[in-house]
């Protein structure tokens, strides 16, 4: 197999098995770019598998418009890389006769020699007839946006003004943000040493701690790694510590903690009593390794947050972060994968448990604490909805302002995904009253 068609062998496979085997794009990249030696290569198979999940819905039906009998259901793996041969030519814009050269080559690397010449007709009729099919699909909203239909109904009706623009924003690339570790020094002094690196960054002026570079790479790479002087974390993400404004020697609860990088900001802003829960233990070992590099710690559990009598001592909390289990809809352009694994009947299901967590928790913080709720969504039934039905149940609580200039969503504030360069997320502020 020829060098360059191995990252493409590698790619189908790994798409397959996050489009049809319903892994994560995270774990089916993991799965397969060890087999990569060479990092040029596993930055081609990357880039590749990244836009085809991104586009699979526009690409897998072109595909079949293309194909006298669909290929999808009887060979699964020709269908992905044929996918991918049109990312090439359409997202990533690789030169024509390479991508179709290698995309046939990779065919043979697949053990699919039978379909090479298949592959090589359908793209080049493709470049032939290009207008004429990128009319077709983008005469259609599901493969014009790559999104589903339920998904674009749901963003149409939550936000009509801005459902084009959030669609848009999902298949756009989303910049690489960092949190400075203020316990091991200051976002001046990293931003230097960066830039003495040759990396191009820009400092927030809303976030005193963040750096934002244009395009992603191997954080692991970057100088300061190792030593912890840093975590990646979305701008949007960074708003959790301040909302919670944590202080010297509070009692603090971070009920869904995994991997740890919210709880890690809240240890970096003050010396607190923290609690890290997360009810899937096998994600505790990552949060334990972040800890460990950025030199904090906490008490640190395997446990269900919405079933505190098997795990709490009784003693309140003045401050509770629950950054909710939720459908990841504003993170779209980090995980497109979101778009093919998520359902609309995931929605009830997810609302109800973010009202089971709510009400298992209050009763854990202390009268004039303060809770703060978060999400990583956009639909309103697991943001603005929830607050509202958690309020009327409960007397005792009142909503603070949210301030951190983000557009109202009920007693809450959203961001949209673009929006400030940053995620799309959701914050509402509760408090207990005395």
């Known amino acids: 197999m020829s060098a360059g068609a191995e990252p493409r062998v590698l790619a189908a496979q790994a798409l397959d098995r996050c489009v049809r085997g319903g892994a994560s794009l995270r774990v089916a990249f993991a799965s397969f770019s060890t087999m990569l030696a060479d990092a040029r290569d596993r930055a081609l198979m990357s880039a590749q598998l990244h836009a085809g999940t991104r586009w699979w819905l526009r690409f897998d039906a072109a595909v079949d418009s293309l194909l006298d009998r669909p290929l999808s259901a009887r060979e699964p793996l020709v269908q992905?890389?044929?996918v991918l041969g049109l990312v090439q030519l359409e997202i990533l814009r690789l030169p024509e006769y390479a991508a179709v050269a290698a995309t046939v080559e990779a065919m043979r690397g697949l053990g699919r020699p039978k379909f090479a010449a298949l592959a090589n007709a359908l793209l080049r009729r493709w470049l032939r007839e290009r207008a004429a099919h990128l009319r077709r699909l983008d005469a259609d909203p599901v493969t014009r946006t790559a999104h589903p239909r339920w998904f674009i109904d749901a963003i149409a009706a939550d936000w009509p003004a801005e459902a084009e623009a959030i669609l848009a924003a999902n298949n756009a690339e989303a910049p690489l943000w960092l949190r400075v570790?203020?316990?091991?020094?200051?976002?001046?002094?990293?931003?230097?040493?960066?830039?003495a690196e040759g990396y191009a960054v820009t400092a927030p002026d809303r976030l005193p701690h963040a750096l934002m570079l244009e395009q992603s790479?191997?954080?692991t790479k970057l100088p300061g790694y190792d030593e912890g002087a840093f975590s990646v974390q979305d701008g949007a993400a960074q708003f959790a510590a301040e909302l919670l404004d944590v202080r010297d020697?509070?009692?603090?609860?971070?009920a869904c903690?995994?991997?740890?990088?919210?709880?890690?900001?809240v240890l970096e802003s003050a010396?607190?009593?923290?609690?890290?829960?997360?009810?899937?233990a096998a994600r505790l070992p990552r949060l334990h390794e972040n800890f460990a590099r950025l030199g904090v710690a906490a008490d640190v559990r395997a446990a269900d947050a919405a079933a505190p009598a098997a795990w709490w001592d009784g003693t309140p909390y003045e401050r509770i972060l629950l950054d909710a289990p939720c459908s990841a809809s504003g993170v779209v352009r980090r995980q497109p994968d979101i778009k093919l694994h998520r359902?609309?009947?995931?929605?009830?299901?997810?609302?109800a448990t973010q009202t089971a967590l709510l009400d298992a928790l209050w009763p854990l913080l202390a009268p004039g604490g303060r809770l703060v709720y978060a999400t990583c969504?956009?639909?309103?039934?697991e943001n603005a909805d929830v607050i509202a039905g958690f309020t009327r149940r409960h007397a005792d609580a009142g909503t603070s302002p949210v301030p951190i200039g983000w557009r109202a969503a009920g007693a809450g504030a959203q961001n949209l995904p673009g929006e400030n360069g940053m995620d799309g997320f959701f914050y509402a502020v509760l408090e207990k009253k005395a």
């Not at 903690?257 to 900001?265: D, I, L, W």
């Not at 009947?345 to 997810?350: E, N, T």
Request: proline share 3%.
């Open 271 to 280: 010396d607190v009593r923290l609690t890290a829960l997360d009810r899937d």
């Open 249 to 254: 020697g509070m009692r603090v609860l971070d």
């Open 343 to 351: 359902r609309a009947a995931d929605l009830p299901a997810l609302a």
């Open 217 to 219: 790479l191997d954080v």
């Open 80 to 82: 992905a890389l044929l």
């Open 257 to 265: 903690a995994a991997p740890g990088g919210k709880a890690a900001h």
């Open 181 to 195: 570790n203020r316990r091991k020094t200051t976002r001046e002094a990293f931003a230097a040493r960066l830039a």
């Open 377 to 381: 969504s956009l639909f309103r039934v």
